[in-house]
C-alpha cells in the first residue's frame, strides 16, 4: 500500500464517491464489508425459514401468492449480496461454509419460531420494517455495489412491509377477538427481537465507530432503533394492539419515543447458536446444500464443457 493510494480511497470517502470493485481499498475496509455483505446475504436467505413455515397454510389463494412472492424476493436478495460480496473476492460456497460452521452470522430475528398466521404479518410488519430503516441508510453506503443492490432490496422490502401490516390491519379490524388476540400474542413475542435487530448499543457495538468512519455504516445502531420507534408506535396504535414494553412513553424534551432496556443476554445468547431455532435453522440450510449439490455440480459440468467447445 502505498501512501498515494489510501489518500486517494480517503478523499473519495471523504468526497462521497464510491469505492468501486477494481479500486484500491484498505484490507480491513474489504474485510468488513465482506463480513456485514455475506451476513446480511445469509440473513435474507436464513429469514426464508420462518415464513416458508406457513406457506401451505396460508389462509386463501391471495394471501398464498403475496407469501410466495415476498420469500422469492428474500431468495433475490441474497443472491444480489452474494454477487457484492464476490465482488470483493469472498468465494459464496466459503462464506456459507463459514455460517455454518458458526464464524459469520446471520440476523437473531430468524431464530425466533413462527407461531401463528398472525405472524406472518408481524414479520412484514416489524421484521422487514426494521430492515427497511436499516437498508435506506445503506443505499448511502461506501462500496458501489452495495450501494446499487440495496436500492431494489428497498423497494421490494417496502412491498413486504406493506403486506404484513395489511394482513395485520384485517386480522384485528375484520377479525373476532381470538383473530386479535392472536395479532397482540404475536407482537408480544416480536417486539424485543425485532429491536435487537438494529445491533448492541453503540457503545457496545466492535465495528459501529470504524464502519461509520468508512462510511460502511451512515447512521449508528441506536440511530436507527429510534427511527424504527418513532415510526412503529403509531402504527400500532391504528391496529390498536399494544406494544410489550411498559416504559415506552413520548418524550416531549427529546422528541423521541423513550423504552425500556433491552434484554441484551437474550440477544447474546441467540447469536452464539443457543436462540429457540438456531439448530433448527442451521440444520434446514446444511439439508439443502446436502440436496442442492448436484446442481452445482451439474452447473459446473455444463459451464466446463461449454468452456472446452469454444476453446476447440
Ligand atoms: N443479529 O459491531 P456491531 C431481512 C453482530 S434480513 C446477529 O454493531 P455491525 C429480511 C455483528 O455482526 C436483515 N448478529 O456490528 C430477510 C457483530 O458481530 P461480528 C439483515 C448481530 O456490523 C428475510 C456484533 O454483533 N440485515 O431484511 O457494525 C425476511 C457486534 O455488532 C446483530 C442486515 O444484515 C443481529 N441482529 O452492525 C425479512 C443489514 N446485530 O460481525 C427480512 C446489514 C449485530 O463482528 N448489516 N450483530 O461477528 C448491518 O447493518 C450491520 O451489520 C448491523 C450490525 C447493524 C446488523
Not at 420469500?71 to 460456497?93: K, M, N, P, S, V
Not at 402504527?235 to 416504559?247: C, G, K, R, S, V
Not at 434484554?263 to 435453522?281: I, T
Request: charged letters at 30%; hydrophobic letters at 35%; proline letters at 4%.
Amino acid at each position: 500500500m502505498s501512501n498515494a493510494e489510501l489518500k486517494k480511497f480517503e478523499d473519495k470517502i471523504e468526497r462521497d464517491v464510491k469505492i468501486e470493485p477494481r479500486d484500491w481499498m484498505p484490507e480491513a475496509y474489504r474485510e468488513s464489508l465482506i463480513r456485514q455483505i455475506s451476513q446480511h446475504a445469509h440473513s435474507e436467505i436464513v429469514g426464508m425459514l420462518p415464513e416458508a413455515n406457513w406457506l401451505a397454510r396460508a389462509p386463501s389463494l391471495r394471501r398464498k401468492s403475496i407469501l410466495m412472492a415476498k420469500i422469492q424476493d428474500e431468495a433475490g436478495h441474497g443472491l444480489y449480496l452474494y454477487c457484492a460480496a464476490e465482488t470483493l473476492g469472498a468465494e459464496r460456497q466459503a462464506t456459507i461454509d463459514a455460517m455454518l460452521e458458526g464464524k459469520l452470522k446471520y440476523s437473531s430475528i430468524f431464530n425466533y419460531p413462527t407461531r401463528s398466521w398472525a405472524d406472518m404479518g408481524m414479520i412484514g410488519w416489524l421484521v422487514d420494517g426494521a430492515a427497511i430503516v436499516n437498508q435506506v441508510a445503506l443505499q448511502r453506503t461506501s462500496y458501489g455495489p452495495y450501494a446499487r443492490a440495496m436500492v431494489r432490496i428497498c423497494k421490494e422490502e417496502s412491498f413486504h412491509q406493506r403486506q404484513g401490516y395489511e394482513l395485520l390491519t384485517e386480522l384485528v379490524k375484520e377479525g373476532n377477538a381470538e383473530q386479535k388476540a392472536m395479532v397482540q400474542d404475536s407482537i408480544n413475542r416480536f417486539w424485543w427481537p425485532s429491536l435487537m435487530m438494529f445491533g448492541p448499543h453503540d457503545s457496545d457495538s466492535a465495528n459501529g465507530e470504524q464502519s461509520i468512519a468508512w462510511k460502511i455504516k451512515r447512521l449508528g445502531n441506536d440511530e436507527l432503533r429510534q427511527k424504527f420507534i418513532d415510526i412503529t408506535v403509531r402504527q400500532a396504535e391504528y391496529l390498536d394492539i399494544t406494544i410489550p414494553d411498559p416504559d415506552l412513553k413520548w418524550n416531549e424534551k427529546t422528541g423521541h419515543y423513550d423504552h425500556g432496556p433491552i434484554d441484551w443476554k437474550e440477544f447474546k445468547q441467540v447469536v452464539s447458536g443457543y436462540g429457540p431455532c438456531n439448530k433448527e435453522r442451521m440444520d434446514a440450510r446444511r439439508q439443502a446444500q446436502e440436496e442442492g449439490k448436484w446442481v452445482v455440480e451439474a452447473g459446473l459440468a455444463y459451464h466446463a464443457k461449454k468452456s472446452m467447445n469454444e476453446a476447440a
